[in-house]
């Protein structure tokens, strides 16, 4: 049976992961702890990524190395890559998975929402590239590097400006990095999540937008239920790690659109016109200021 059979192809792998305090990233991590693999990890929030440490040796993996830190803060992740690279020359697998989201039309966005949501989506990400893959590429032992990017970072989703922004500008780093890396035997993936039931979902910033409004919690409600849980994603991940796919769908309704908006353009476009107006319409019912 081979290692991508038995659930051991991550064994023995040296694994950095940001986000690893909750959602996917801690799903992930927690896969990754029981599949023998040794974890490096990072996340914003102290408590959540202790917890994570714990569970992750209580099924025998080894953490020889975590640190609470702000991914969109370049200082701190070039500190903490040089410490770890002091005891260990090169990681095998670079996981960028924390993330931050904003919805909101352009003249309710604050340039707050634009500069956070792009520090932590796409320079955060960057920050991790840049300290953690060239030691890669010098180590000669190739390895992967997955990127999360989004459904918003395929197709026009309503509202989604800001932090399509920052997922295309990482999906088109990935796919030049897909090429640039692959001389190294680096694979590059770029994982693109529709609905995931994370703490995310329930801490998205909408913009000019009354979240505790009946008619809004109802639709965020129902968003919510079409979500997937966040194992199910990290399964999907590491599948398609293991098998060095490009892209990475955690639900088939991701690759139907993409597929839709690629090959029939024009019933896409007024598609997804109509659907700007109806997300609109369910965001701003006619109680609230318009």
């Not at 099924?59 to 040089?82: C, M, S």
Request: proline share 5%.
């Amino acid at each position: 049976m081979t290692d991508l059979a038995s659930g051991r192809y991550f064994a023995g792998k040296r694994c950095f992961l940001t986000g690893a305090a909750s959602g996917i990233g801690r799903a992930t991590a927690l896969r990754l702890a029981a599949q023998g693999a040794e974890l490096y990890l990072t996340d914003r929030n102290a408590d959540g990524l202790e917890l994570t440490v714990a569970d992750a040796r209580a099924l025998g993996a080894r953490v020889p190395a975590h640190r609470a830190l702000d991914v969109a803060d370049h200082h701190d992740v070039a500190v903490f890559a040089a410490d770890i690279h002091t005891q260990q020359p090169s990681m095998d697998v670079v996981m960028n998975i924390a993330g931050i989201s904003a919805w909101g039309t352009v003249d309710q966005l604050t340039h707050e929402h634009w500069s956070n949501v792009v520090a932590v989506n796409l320079m955060g990400p960057i920050h991790v590239i840049e300290t953690f893959i060239p030691p890669m590429m010098a180590a000669g032992r190739g390895g992967h590097l997955v990127n999360v990017s989004s459904a918003a970072g395929l197709v026009a989703l309503p509202w989604h400006a800001a932090y399509s922004a920052s997922k295309y500008g990482l999906r088109g780093l990935s796919e030049v990095l897909r090429f640039d890396l692959a001389r190294h035997r680096i694979g590059v993936s770029v994982v693109v999540p529709g609905a995931v039931k994370t703490p995310l979902v329930e801490t998205i910033q909408i913009a000019g937008v009354d979240r505790d409004h009946p008619h809004v919690s109802g639709w965020v409600d129902r968003f919510a239920r079409h979500a997937v849980a966040p194992e199910k994603a990290a399964e999907k991940i590491l599948a398609g790690v293991a098998k060095n796919r490009y892209l990475i769908y955690t639900s088939p309704d991701i690759w139907a659109l993409y597929a839709f908006k690629r090959f029939a353009w024009w019933p896409y476009s007024q598609a997804m016109s109509r659907v700007n107006v109806l997300f609109t319409r369910a965001l701003r019912p006619s109680s609230m200021p318009r």
